[in-house]
DNA sequence: GTCTATACAGCGATAGAC
DNA sequence: GTCTATCGCTGTATAGAC
């Protein structure tokens, strides 16, 4: 490992994950960050270029996960089995996994990470995924449910106010309602879906 | 009419709500504002208590009219044709109704819309709605369903990426997703979703 | 290599003159 | 109703101690 004071660097990392995701990236300062640790401001600017740097660290890793489950999926065959597999392991990301707090920040700080250059590479990640969940059925409506899939489980989490609901159960509850909308991509349209259907080319 | 100087509170608030829905709020600042109005900083605060403020001063006009939203759909007989006819009113005021463009600057705020008071009555009022979607049924499956569609409504903006797709496309699209979830919502539940079933094992 | 001290321009906000 | 001047705070930058 590099680090030689007993990891700085990780405790900034810590720190700063658990304030941005408290109250807000705008609204947690590197004054704040530092006393918390009992070093001054200048020092976190030895460890990160720039308080964006700080969050693009933790960022990094989720973007290899969300890679890595964009490129499962798309090694599977385009079936409903194998959307309703990668929204399960994708909720265990955000669930069980090893960092839920990494997505809880993302989901608390949507705004923000619009002008930063981590965010917009989440964001990207993000449509990527869906993508995939909609892999053989590119028209909108098909967008949107798969858009709504990963929604629901990030949802899940503050828009159930049930009073002792445990971690397990939501999932479980996002998971039914997320399988309810991918079912519907790639079947047949029985409808006038066809409007502006210009069939998009899609890559 | 108040203004005696040609408006100059209104210009203050159009000039607001674009620069804050363009680049968001904390990125915004006050100088900017002042100096596309050809006025100081501290002109602004002759008409506004704060920065906050500004946000307060348009979006008190949106919460009047989901208040109404609200106390129409408890009005009614709790049915799926009521639910229809509420998440319908409401796509009605983020397409195609007199302010959409407060809608859309609240999809890109959320973040620091958090910690701002009208921010925090905003999302009581987007919880009562959903409340209002899923009356008769306050399983936490209902719940997470009627918050998806409004979800919908909001989503269709920008997660459908196809290239000519009219405003009155992306509306009808909402709607039809949101009424497949709001279908599901007061149904008996055919399978095991008795609530607190621990039994969460999904494969 | 790790950190402190110090400085800077810009921020939201306030007080008081015109 | 709008101004100037100022406050404490922010993110950022650099010089230099160990």
């Given at each position: 490992m590099r680090e030689s004071t007993g990891g700085t660097r990780e405790r900034i990392k810590a720190v700063a994950l658990e304030l941005f995701t408290e109250q807000g990236y705008e609204k947690t300062s590197l004054r704040e960050i530092a006393e918390r640790l009992n070093v001054t401001k200048a020092a976190l600017y030895y460890h990160f270029k720039s308080k964006d740097d700080i969050v693009a660290s933790f960022v990094e890793d989720r973007l290899e996960q969300m890679d890595a489950l964009t490129a499962w999926a798309d090694s599977q065959p385009a079936t409903l089995a194998t959307r309703r597999a990668l929204i399960s392991r994708y909720a265990d990301t955000m669930?069980?996994?090893?960092?839920?707090s990494v997505m809880r920040f993302f989901e608390q700080n949507q705004t923000v990470l619009k002008s930063l250059s981590s965010g917009q590479q989440m964001r990207g990640r993000m449509m990527r995924l869906a993508s995939a969940l909609c892999r053989g059925d590119d028209s909108p409506a098909a967008q949107l449910r798969a858009t709504l899939s990963l929604f629901a489980v990030h949802t899940s989490w503050f828009a159930v106010r049930a009073p002792g609901i445990s971690d397990g159960e939501r999932r479980r509850l996002a998971l039914e309602v997320a399988d309810e909308l991918l079912a519907?991509?790639?079947?047949?349209?029985?409808?006038?879906?066809?409007?502006?259907?210009?069939?998009g080319a899609r890559g």
């Open positions: 669930f069980g996994g090893d960092m839920p519907a991509i790639g079947a047949e349209p029985d409808e006038d879906s066809a409007s502006t259907s210009t069939a």
